[in-house]
């Protein structure tokens, strides 16, 4: 066992250092103890009975749990080498109002966008084990809902969390690889990819987005775009449901920073891009080993807690059940 802050036991004799006549006077100053009683409680004092012991010695065994609680003690654990592919991606999701359009059919039930993108991109990313990966939401505004991380579970369900409207109605494609390039560019990864999924144009935001991926290449960042929007009239649509939908500008994106652009009219498209995505080369680096270490503040505090419990209830019961004398 360690402990993070080992001077704090130099307090340890501090108690010794109280005045004398408080620690003699401090039971008298309380009650005012009859002579008979007096005389019985100084004859019980010459025995060394068990429970004496016992009460002499929780006092310093709460000063020294106490100590150490604030120690900060832990373990350390064995070392382990966490796997890493020397990638960083940044998973940039449109959460627009049109994405709760219900033009994408899984298992032969009507499902709105995002829902789809959620049963798909979801199961990417708890693939994406050894990447550092990373999600932006957009609409109006973009946000980073992710900071890069190996934790690919906690992304992922971010991502699930993630509801329609709730960056804004419109599309701000620009800002979103903006804000994706700022996440990316001062991580050390050798390969740096962006994946953006959007189904509409790029009509909010201060950010043009041929110019956002003209800055990405010259970060050596990729940028893969995926174009989602069903060409199949369905009912509640007077218009075709893709017909918001910017396929030039997104594939200007992908050209302009060296990535792939993929067309999604189907929730088999979208399985089949990702499956795609995900054989994408991997450089493998070499990462330190990590030690874990189990912090032990927890177990300390719970042992002060019952050696408290345990000397209120000897001096509960020593007095009495809790009855004193008063004048």
């Known amino acids: 066992m360690n402990v993070v802050w080992p001077w704090v036991f130099l307090l340890l004799p501090l108690p010794l250092l109280l005045p004398k006549s408080y620690k003699a006077n401090k039971a008298t100053d309380v009650v005012d103890i009859p002579p008979r009683v007096a005389s019985a409680l100084k004859q019980l004092d010459k025995t060394t009975s068990l429970n004496q012991i016992v009460a002499r010695s929780l006092p310093w065994l709460v000063w020294c749990l106490f100590l150490l609680a604030l120690a900060q003690p832990y373990k350390t654990g064995d070392a382990t080498i966490q796997a890493a592919t020397g990638r960083a991606i940044a998973m940039v999701v449109d959460v627009s109002g049109s994405m709760s359009r219900t033009d994408f059919l899984i298992d032969g039930v009507n499902t709105d966008r995002l829902s789809a993108v959620k049963k798909v991109a979801g199961e990417f990313i708890k693939q994406r084990k050894g990447d550092r990966l990373g999600l932006v939401l957009f609409g109006s505004d973009a946000f980073i809902a992710s900071p890069l991380s190996f934790d690919v579970a906690a992304i992922a369900n971010n991502l699930n969390s993630a509801g329609i409207g709730m960056a804004g109605r419109s599309t701000a494609i620009g800002d979103a690889i903006g804000l994706s390039i700022k996440l990316l560019n001062n991580d050390p990864a050798v390969e740096k990819a962006i994946i953006l ?101 927890n177990i300390v505090l719970l042992c002060l807690f019952i050696t408290l419990l345990l000397m209120f209830l000897m001096q509960w019961s020593t007095s009495g059940g809790g009855v004193r004398r008063t004048q």
């Open 197 to 297: 999924l959007s189904d509409g144009t790029n009509n909010a935001g201060t950010a043009e987005p041929e110019n956002a991926a003209e800055l990405a290449s010259s970060f050596g960042i990729r940028i893969h775009t995926i174009a989602m929007g069903s060409d199949t009239q369905k009912s509640g649509f007077s218009t075709s449901p893709s017909a918001d939908l910017d396929e030039e500008t997104l594939q200007s994106i992908a050209t302009s920073a060296n990535g792939s652009f993929y067309r999604v009219r189907t929730f088999e498209d979208l399985q089949n891009v990702y499956n795609d995505l995900a054989t994408m080369e991997s450089a493998v680096s070499d990462t330190p080993p990590v030690l874990l270490e189990l912090d032990l503040r």
